[in-house]
């Protein structure tokens, strides 16, 4: 033969080789038979039989039968014209890959492409440094090859993180399948162990099949995961060296998606947990039987598909549900140090002891003069104050000099008995803000920025509600109070005593927190001011209209005279009558409240319980520009709902 012609010879055959009408010995030429994408349907439970050889295989629908645990059970076989299908390209485009490297990618893909079924929706993903999704799955073939064409080598390997992602992209619907070339070892994973064993978990619990093409890759490492992935699914492992190979292993991987017949199990008991399933059919005149341990029933079924000549080997499992959807690390180490930030602010305000001024200083002296007040509490403990601290608190007294509602809010922080100052007050609501933001990071990883917002609303409105609920339920405590100390009062003046010595002889004997705001007013009168004028001021710090009754029944008394027992008498006995009234209203309103409580709390609750049962369904709300539009217009309709519901159940007495 002629050299010129021998030249020829070889360089058609290698064009035949690369374009995938001749496969190269050196492909896997073992038929096997794995069953994939099993799950219950319809009281009914549906699968698909993936068969692998050098050429396309069909299964004799006529020859199929099945048992579970050794029982006969119908099984009837159809094609794949209603099985969604998706398949991923996951490409190595790390810098060792090379442009000879990456043209062979080229080559490889237009041969999977033209082998590949129409209906199979196609898809990729490079990793580098780190992976990236460059294609949705699509049906477009010339959208595939495109994408394919355009990447480029450069960087070190993400591996783990592809294959992670990868699975994350494919989803649990339908038949899955991952075509990944890899030519080394992950080289970015901080954890290879745990991060192999969780990415080995995701594939096997989401029956992903992964086949795999290690393109002159002989790494140990490398060769060890990349088994693991491909036994987690019962795909394939091949080694190719050169573009023919790498071409042949993409055609096998197509020709299996056309190898793919659907089946569908017909018990006539429900099956519930593990059974032993067991499938024998004939396929180009060839008996085959496939066995597997498959869950059936209300536990998730795993679609893991495994191998008839092979089993894979066992991983150890990942150390949280939630590795294989681990949020990124610079989330993670973000929120942790915010709650870390947050947790030592909060302890340290709270340990360090606090800076009394000379006011405060002066009333402690006044009241330790007191004997009721000399019971209610000690005495102020001259400590050196925390440098650091006062200047946080420091601060936060300038913020808060400059703003209109900060007497407002000191009034409710005395009407709750919290020894804070306003400046306290910003620091500590400053640290629930962070302490919030952080655990929303923790909590929602895979969306930090979602976390941080609704961590700061909460942080931001959670200390107020709790000043505002404390306040209310002391003010509401003193206002039950009341009408019984009047009346004790009345019966002191009805003695003999002064108003100043009856409130004192009262004063001695009540509860809290009466015993102390009537302390407070007598220290008030001891300094020189007016019994009425002091009184006057604990009703407005107390927020109760029933003590200003009483005061201006009294004032009302000191002007035109009369008895002024008499008249505490009947104020006491009208507050009662008030009080009573007021039971009556919300006993015949508690059924709108507790409806109001409930329609409030159920949205909430759900909210809640899908977080922990279907998180990829309600993870859509802030994953997909729609989904926050959706839950921004829930929240403001939320608050709307709260405030009608509130006004129309709230009677005021």
């Given at each position: 033969m002629r050299p010129c012609s021998r030249a020829v010879l070889v360089a058609v055959l290698t064009a035949l080789i690369t374009l995938g009408w001749i496969t190269p010995s050196r492909?896997?030429?073992?038929?096997?038979?794995?069953?994939?994408?099993?799950?219950?349907?319809?009281?009914?439970?549906?699968?698909?039989?993936?068969?692998?050889?050098?050429?396309?295989?069909?299964?004799?629908?006529?020859?199929?039968?099945?048992?579970?645990?050794?029982?006969?059970?119908?099984?009837?076989?159809?094609?794949?014209?209603?099985?969604?299908?998706t398949a991923l390209l996951v490409i190595d485009t790390s810098g060792s890959m090379g442009s000879n490297g990456m043209q062979t990618v080229r080559q490889a893909t237009a041969v999977y492409l033209k082998e590949v079924p129409s209906d199979v929706k196609v898809g990729v993903l490079r990793f580098a440094s780190s992976p990236a999704l460059v294609l949705q799955p699509t049906t477009n073939r010339s959208a595939v090859q495109k994408a394919v064409d355009g990447l480029t080598a450069g960087g070190n390997t993400a591996l783990y993180g592809a294959v992670q992602k990868a699975a994350q992209v494919l989803g649990t619907a339908g038949d899955r399948s991952i075509v990944l070339l890899s030519d080394g070892a992950d080289t970015e994973s901080k954890r290879p162990a745990r991060d192999l064993a969780a990415v080995t978990a995701a594939l096997k619990s989401q029956g992903i099949r992964v086949d795999v093409v290690r393109f002159k890759n002989r790494d140990k490492g490398a060769e060890r995961a990349l088994a693991l992935f491909a036994a987690a699914g019962g795909g394939s492992d091949v080694l190719a060296n050169d573009t023919a190979g790498v071409a042949g292993a993409f055609r096998s991987s197509a020709q299996a998606l056309s190898s793919q017949s659907q089946f569908t199990l017909r018990p006539a008991l429900f099956l519930a947990g593990r059974h032993q399933l067991i499938i024998r059919a004939t396929v180009a005149g060839r008996p085959f039987v496939v066995s597997q341990q498959a869950t059936f029933g209300a536990l998730p079924p795993s679609s893991a598909a495994l191998s008839a000549t092979a089993r894979p080997e066992p991983t150890p499992s990942p150390a949280s549900p939630a590795a294989s959807t681990a949020a990124p690390s610079w989330a993670l180490w973000g929120g942790g140090a915010l709650l870390a930030i947050g947790v030592f602010l909060f302890t340290y305000i709270l340990v360090t002891p606090s800076r009394h001024s000379q006011r405060e200083r002066r009333i402690a002296t006044i009241q330790s003069y007191l004997e009721a007040a000399s019971r209610q509490g000690k005495k102020v403990q001259e400590r050196g104050p925390s440098a650091t601290r006062e200047a946080f608190v420091a601060f936060g007294e300038r913020v808060m000099s400059k703003r209109g509602s900060t007497a407002r809010t000191m009034q409710l922080i005395q009407r709750a008995d919290l020894p804070l100052r306003a400046g306290e007050w910003l620091v500590l609501r400053v640290l629930a803000v962070v302490l919030a933001a952080g655990a929303g990071v923790l909590l929602l990883g895979d969306a930090p920025l979602v976390g941080v917002l609704l961590g700061s609303v909460v942080g931001f409105a959670l200390p107020t509600g709790f000043l505002r609920f404390k306040a209310s339920r002391r003010a509401a405590a003193f206002e039950k109070q009341l009408?019984?100390?009047?009346?004790?009062?009345?019966?002191?003046?009805?003695?003999?005593?002064?108003?100043?010595?009856?409130l004192e002889g009262v004063t001695r004997d009540a509860a809290e927190p009466a015993a102390k705001e009537l302390s407070r007013a007598l220290a008030q009168v001891r300094i020189g001011s007016d019994i009425a004028d002091a009184l006057d001021e604990v009703s407005a710090r107390m927020g109760?209209?029933?003590?200003?009754?009483?005061?201006?029944?009294?004032?009302?008394?000191?002007?035109?005279?009369?008895?002024?027992a008499e008249t505490l008498d009947t104020t006491a006995h009208t507050l009662r009558e008030r009080e009573g009234l007021r039971g009556q209203v919300a006993a015949l309103s508690a059924e709108g409240r507790l409806s109001a409580a409930i329609?409030?709390?159920?949205?909430?609750?759900?909210?809640?319980?899908?977080?922990?049962?279907?998180?990829?369904?309600?993870?859509?709300?802030?994953?997909?520009?729609?989904?926050?539009?959706?839950?921004?217009?829930?929240?403001?309709?939320m608050v709307?709902?709260?405030?009608?519901?509130?006004?129309t159940v709230q009677i005021e007495v």
């Amino acid at each position: 033969m002629r050299p010129c012609s021998r030249a020829v010879l070889v360089a058609v055959l290698t064009a035949l080789i690369t374009l995938g009408w001749i496969t190269p010995s050196r492909a896997d030429t073992n038929p096997t038979v794995t069953i994939g994408d099993l799950k219950a349907a319809h009281g009914t439970y549906q699968g698909v039989l993936t068969f692998r050889a050098k050429q396309v295989m069909q299964v004799d629908a006529k020859s199929v039968t099945a048992t579970v645990d050794g029982k006969p059970v119908p099984i009837t076989v159809q094609g794949t014209s209603h099985l969604q299908r998706t398949a991923l390209l996951v490409i190595d485009t790390s810098g060792s890959m090379g442009s000879n490297g990456m043209q062979t990618v080229r080559q490889a893909t237009a041969v999977y492409l033209k082998e590949v079924p129409s209906d199979v929706k196609v898809g990729v993903l490079r990793f580098a440094s780190s992976p990236a999704l460059v294609l949705q799955p699509t049906t477009n073939r010339s959208a595939v090859q495109k994408a394919v064409d355009g990447l480029t080598a450069g960087g070190n390997t993400a591996l783990y993180g592809a294959v992670q992602k990868a699975a994350q992209v494919l989803g649990t619907a339908g038949d899955r399948s991952i075509v990944l070339l890899s030519d080394g070892a992950d080289t970015e994973s901080k954890r290879p162990a745990r991060d192999l064993a969780a990415v080995t978990a995701a594939l096997k619990s989401q029956g992903i099949r992964v086949d795999v093409v290690r393109f002159k890759n002989r790494d140990k490492g490398a060769e060890r995961a990349l088994a693991l992935f491909a036994a987690a699914g019962g795909g394939s492992d091949v080694l190719a060296n050169d573009t023919a190979g790498v071409a042949g292993a993409f055609r096998s991987s197509a020709q299996a998606l056309s190898s793919q017949s659907q089946f569908t199990l017909r018990p006539a008991l429900f099956l519930a947990g593990r059974h032993q399933l067991i499938i024998r059919a004939t396929v180009a005149g060839r008996p085959f039987v496939v066995s597997q341990q498959a869950t059936f029933g209300a536990l998730p079924p795993s679609s893991a598909a495994l191998s008839a000549t092979a089993r894979p080997e066992p991983t150890p499992s990942p150390a949280s549900p939630a590795a294989s959807t681990a949020a990124p690390s610079w989330a993670l180490w973000g929120g942790g140090a915010l709650l870390a930030i947050g947790v030592f602010l909060f302890t340290y305000i709270l340990v360090t002891p606090s800076r009394h001024s000379q006011r405060e200083r002066r009333i402690a002296t006044i009241q330790s003069y007191l004997e009721a007040a000399s019971r209610q509490g000690k005495k102020v403990q001259e400590r050196g104050p925390s440098a650091t601290r006062e200047a946080f608190v420091a601060f936060g007294e300038r913020v808060m000099s400059k703003r209109g509602s900060t007497a407002r809010t000191m009034q409710l922080i005395q009407r709750a008995d919290l020894p804070l100052r306003a400046g306290e007050w910003l620091v500590l609501r400053v640290l629930a803000v962070v302490l919030a933001a952080g655990a929303g990071v923790l909590l929602l990883g895979d969306a930090p920025l979602v976390g941080v917002l609704l961590g700061s609303v909460v942080g931001f409105a959670l200390p107020t509600g709790f000043l505002r609920f404390k306040a209310s339920r002391r003010a509401a405590a003193f206002e039950k109070q009341l009408p019984q100390l009047l009346t004790l009062v009345a019966t002191s003046l009805r003695s003999g005593f002064g108003l100043p010595q009856a409130l004192e002889g009262v004063t001695r004997d009540a509860a809290e927190p009466a015993a102390k705001e009537l302390s407070r007013a007598l220290a008030q009168v001891r300094i020189g001011s007016d019994i009425a004028d002091a009184l006057d001021e604990v009703s407005a710090r107390m927020g109760t209209e029933s003590l200003h009754m009483a005061v201006m029944a009294i004032n009302i008394q000191r002007q035109v005279g009369g008895n002024l027992a008499e008249t505490l008498d009947t104020t006491a006995h009208t507050l009662r009558e008030r009080e009573g009234l007021r039971g009556q209203v919300a006993a015949l309103s508690a059924e709108g409240r507790l409806s109001a409580a409930i329609l409030i709390a159920l949205p909430i609750c759900l909210f809640l319980y899908m977080m922990f049962v279907n998180y990829d369904y309600i993870a859509l709300l802030w994953t997909t520009g729609i989904g926050v539009v959706m839950l921004i217009g829930t929240c403001v309709l939320m608050v709307i709902g709260i405030i009608w519901m509130r006004k129309t159940v709230q009677i005021e007495v």
